[in-house]
């Protein structure tokens, strides 16, 4: 299966993209690394239901990175946790294929990458209580006012969230947009899912987005929460 880029799928109730459509074009790099691993570890996100132990080969708890970006945090991470499949999802194809060829310099195998919206992806096409932790590390936060409707983290994406988590399973989240941070906090009192702490996971490694913020003088903030069984 030759990679193709996937449509944009829209989910009824969840219209707004929460993304900003970029164009970059891929290194010559990307590009091999997209016609070789692509058929071994990428995923289509077209709503079909996941086989997630066919998908990895084996039976384990699961992780889900949501908008991995460029994928340096994500293979980072998943280097450091062999006993944790982990689900990496963006829309962004140049980072999808630099995720694909981390992965392969440092020997992971324990990673599948997908292309497409993760509200589809957690909607469609995970069972409940499927996953042991969602990871939304810098989400895109639409600082402005009249875009932040955009924003991913939403009352829906949470009780989602929840129900795809194993009873125990938790949700690590981080922005460096304080508004977002005070506005997920405040989600959460309404949520499925229960805070137990505003420090950074030591398994959370600086995020190219988080760097970029820091050189910025901004400064991130983090939150994790979990289903309660
Ligand atoms: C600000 S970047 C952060 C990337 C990375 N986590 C980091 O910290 O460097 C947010 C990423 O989320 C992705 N994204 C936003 N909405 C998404 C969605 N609904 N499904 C999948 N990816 C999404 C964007 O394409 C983008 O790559």
């Known amino acids: 299966m030759t990679y193709e880029p996937v449509p944009q799928r829209v989910l009824p109730h969840a219209p707004l993209q929460t993304f900003k459509v970029r164009r970059g074009r891929l290194t010559a790099g990307q590009a091999d690394a997209l016609a070789r691993l692509w058929p071994r570890w990428g995923v289509r ?24 970006g460029m994928g340096e945090a994500t293979a980072a991470a998943a280097a450091a946790d062999p006993a944790r499949d982990l689900l990496a999802v963006d829309v962004h194809t140049p980072g999808l294929a630099a995720l694909l060829r981390r992965l392969e310099a440092d020997g992971t195998t324990w990673v599948r990458v997908a292309d497409g919206d993760a509200r589809v992806l957690l909607e469609a096409m995970l069972a409940p209580a499927s996953l042991d932790e969602v990871r939304v590390w810098f989400p895109d936060p639409w600082p402005k006012a009249r ?26 989240f981080a922005t460096d947009w304080p508004p977002y941070a005070e506005e997920v906090e405040a989600l959460l009192r309404d949520a499925p899912l229960q805070l137990v702490s505003r420090e950074r996971p030591p398994s959370r490694p600086v995020t190219r987005f988080e760097q970029q913020g820091r050189d910025a003088g901004r400064t991130a903030h983090d939150l994790v929460a979990v289903r309660a069984a």
């Open 147 to 172: 875009h932040a409707k955009r924003r991913l983290l939403t009352p829906e994406f949470l009780a989602l969230v929840a129900a795809r988590l194993a009873p125990g399973g938790r949700l690590s």
């Open 45 to 68: 996100v077209e709503g079909q239901p996941l086989d997630l132990d066919a998908l990895f080969g084996r039976s384990a708890p699961r992780v889900l990175d949501v908008g991995c």
